[in-house]
């Protein structure tokens, strides 16, 4: 009896370390579950913030290139805008050489237009007749002498007319400067 109760005290034991080992097993594969599961987590978060920057960056693109498409568009309007100011350069002077009243007026009347569609535009003549003499709006062809009691720097006389649109010059005006 006694070896059999040696037996099952042997038995007994190895069961005990069998489920000693089953538990340090079973804690070893919950452990490695956690770990897995926070890494798990950890990825997901950093996914999440990745996704979030290039979603941020994808915006600032395309508000970017939304800007710069509707910036290009303006210049491309101002550029046809300048292209007319000859013409209508072209149409003042041959108001004033015209002797015809009746091609007079048919010229003032294109004029007119002319300057409706430049207004619709938002494009101002700059006028900077009996002003101090401004290098952002003008440009200075030529200096005469200043009469009595005029200032230097003046602008005398506008050759060519300038425009801007907004605070853009589109063409700066040529004048004659007193000095």
Same mark, same amino acid.
């Given at each position: +009896?006694?070896?059999?109760?040696?037996?099952?005290?042997?038995?007994?034991?190895?069961?005990?370390?069998?489920? =000693?080992? #089953?538990?340090?097993?079973? $804690? /070893?594969?919950?452990?490695?579950?956690?770990?897995?599961?926070?890494?798990?987590?950890?990825?997901? #978060?950093?996914?999440?913030? $990745?996704?979030?920057?290039?979603?941020?960056? !994808?915006?600032?693109?395309? %508000?970017?290139?939304?800007?710069?498409?509707? @910036? %290009? !568009?303006?210049?491309?309007?101002?550029?046809?805008?300048?292209?007319?100011?000859?013409?209508?350069?072209?149409?003042?002077?041959?108001?004033?050489?015209?002797?015809? #009243?009746?091609?007079?007026?048919?010229?003032? +009347?294109?004029? =007119?237009? !002319? $300057?409706?569609?430049?207004?619709?535009?938002?494009?101002?003549?700059?006028?900077?007749?009996? @002003?101090?003499?401004?290098?952002?709006?003008?440009?200075?062809? +030529?200096? +005469?002498?200043?009469?009595?009691? #005029?200032?230097?720097?003046?602008?005398? @006389?506008?050759?060519?007319?300038?425009?801007?649109?907004?605070? /853009?010059?589109?063409?700066?005006? @040529?004048?004659?400067?007193?000095?």
């Amino acid at each position: +009896m006694e070896n059999e109760e040696l037996k099952q005290d042997e038995v007994l034991q190895e069961e005990t370390e069998n489920v =000693k080992k #089953e538990e340090k097993s079973a $804690k /070893k594969k919950s452990n490695k579950k956690q770990e897995e599961l926070e890494k798990a987590l950890a990825e997901a #978060e950093e996914n999440k913030r $990745k996704w979030y920057a290039v979603t941020a960056e !994808y915006e600032n693109y395309r %508000r970017r290139t939304q800007n710069q498409s509707a @910036q %290009r !568009y303006q210049e491309g309007r101002n550029d046809v805008v300048a292209a007319l100011f000859p013409i209508g350069d072209n149409l003042e002077r041959a108001l004033a050489a015209c002797q015809d #009243e009746n091609t007079k007026q048919g010229l003032d +009347m294109i004029l =007119k237009a !002319y $300057k409706k569609v430049l207004e619709g535009e938002g494009v101002e003549e700059i006028d900077p007749i009996g @002003q101090p003499f401004n290098a952002d709006v003008a440009e200075a062809i +030529m200096a +005469m002498p200043a009469e009595d009691g #005029e200032e230097s720097g003046l602008v005398k @006389q506008v050759y060519v007319k300038g425009y801007k649109k907004g605070d /853009k010059v589109l063409r700066y005006a @040529q004048v004659i400067v007193t000095n």
